[in-house]
């Protein structure tokens, strides 16, 4: 699935998702380090975890972040695979 983010400097979020389980997470743009570091920590974790733990989390003043939005995604992927 490919996520197009609002309000951050990653642009899209491509993931994959199988069986309520994250497979793969890829962000275009952000910060190099730190999106394949979330990456790499959530491949094999629960959908639902994933949110818990990301939902709600701000960026400077931005009104959201990357796992933020990638929260957002993951809840987009999760009503799809319903």
């Known amino acids: ?3 197009q983010t609002k309000g951050t400097c990653a642009k899209e979020i491509i993931l994959e998702v199988d ?3 994250i497979q793969s997470v890829e962000f275009v743009l952000g910060c190099p380090g730190f999106t394949q570091a979330l990456s ?7 959908v639902e975890d994933a949110i818990a733990r990301l939902k709600g989390i701000q960026c400077l003043d931005k009104g959201t972040s990357c796992p ?3 929260a957002a995604a993951l809840t987009v992927c999760k009503e799809m695979e319903k």
């Open 40 to 46: 790499r920590l959530l491949t094999g974790m629960p």
């Open 1 to 3: 699935m490919r996520y």
């Open 19 to 21: 069986r309520g389980r």
């Open 68 to 70: 933020d939005q990638l």
